[in-house]
């Protein structure tokens, strides 16, 4: 397995480049070839994480490069995780951020559409995200638009947390809850599907919490994050990382998770745009969940959220991005 990993000098790029290494991300039996992608300013720390990766001797490493060309980054790529980006200035517009991280993610998509596997999976983690994924996908018009994907399962788990907390279960026996829309603020968490232990989430919450506590908690999650520790999430958003790339290539099973992928037009949503959905994986696609009610509550934030991923889009469009 091919994996590049763009911002590989970065702090999430230090938290996931191990766990890929050591076989978290494709399970015990494939071995991975691991392509560091930065820019010249980044390079000597990437190169310092790959003396690191050497000293750990995992079985299943075979071979780390560490590169500044996107060229022999993506060559044969089968699994590209495109976490480098440029991050918000102080009082930057967001047309600003997006013309500044366009120029990275067209070229980036340019590179996979020359050299990726016929297979390749591409998972953007570089805010802002969904978008990102969509300019991306744009510069490579060879693969398949479905190949291009965009992390909310941060925001997703972070979700199942706070749940599991109020309700006094644990992680594993909240079911059915989704992210839908942007990794932004404007993300809606919804729980109106979500089971806890068994037992449906909306009988046990009440729209005020949920209005009140749980959404605004979940969607400024990062902000708390980036307080109380100086630093945005690595570790947590590594995870993150692992467990989209892993459910998407191992399969969900029944039940279902969050994940940014293009729009076919469900549930309203434009077709495509880089929008989260509940979506299962299945046969190594994600397939979005269908037939799901949404209540006026949902539907007013999905429909905000979607709003805003609508504004992303026509400012990368003006821009001549895609
Ligand atoms: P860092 O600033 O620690 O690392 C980013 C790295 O990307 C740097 O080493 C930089 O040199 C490199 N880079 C910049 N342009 C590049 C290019 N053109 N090619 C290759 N590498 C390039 O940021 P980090 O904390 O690792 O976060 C990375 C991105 O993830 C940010 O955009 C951040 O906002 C985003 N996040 C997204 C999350 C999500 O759930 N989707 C959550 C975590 C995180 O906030």
Redesign the pocket.
């Known amino acids: 397995m091919n994996v590049t990993v763009?911002?590989a000098?970065?702090?999430?790029?230090y938290a996931l480049l191990f766990r890929i290494a050591s076989g978290q991300m494709f399970g015990p039996t494939t071995p991975v070839n691991l392509r560091l992608?930065?820019?010249p300013?980044?390079l000597a720390?990437a190169a310092g994480t790959a003396l690191e990766l050497e000293d750990c001797a995992f079985p299943l490493l075979r071979d780390v490069m560490v590169t500044d060309d996107p060229t022999r980054a993506f060559d044969g790529v089968n699994v590209a995780l495109l976490?480098?980006?440029?991050?918000r200035g102080i009082g930057e517009e967001r047309v600003a951020l997006l013309e500044g991280n366009g120029r990275?993610f067209g070229p980036h998509g340019t590179a996979i559409n020359a050299g990726a596997a016929s297979d390749v999976r591409v998972l953007v983690?570089?805010?802002p995200?969904n978008t990102n994924a969509l300019v991306a996908a744009a510069f490579a018009p060879d693969i398949p638009a479905e190949r291009f994907t965009?992390?909310?399962r941060?925001?997703h788990n972070r979700a199942v947390a706070q749940l599991a907390v109020r309700l006094g279960v644990h992680v594993s026996e909240i079911d059915g809850l989704a992210i839908w829309g942007n990794?932004s603020a404007t993300q809606y968490p919804d729980v109106f599907h979500a089971t806890a232990a068994g037992r449906p989430v909306r009988e046990l919450v009440d729209e005020d919490w949920l209005a009140g506590t749980f959404i605004p908690r979940v969607e400024k999650r990062?902000y708390e994050i980036i307080t109380a520790r100086g630093a945005?999430?690595?570790g947590s958003?590594a995870e993150?990382t692992i467990d989209h790339v892993y459910d998407w290539v191992h399969g969900t099973g029944s039940s279902w998770t969050s994940a940014a992928i293009v729009s076919d037009g469900s549930y309203g949503v434009p077709e495509g745009l880089v929008c989260s959905f509940p979506v299962r994986s299945v046969d190594g696609q994600w397939q979005i969940v269908q037939g799901l009610e949404l209540n006026a509550f949902s539907r007013t934030r999905i429909d905000a959220s979607v709003a805003e991923l609508i504004e992303e889009r026509d400012h990368v469009r003006a821009l001549g991005l895609l």
């Open positions: 763009t911002g000098g970065g702090q999430i790029g992608l930065e820019i300013a980044g720390a976490v480098g980006s440029r991050p990275i983690v570089g805010n995200a965009a992390l909310t941060l925001d990794h990062g945005s999430s690595a958003a993150a």
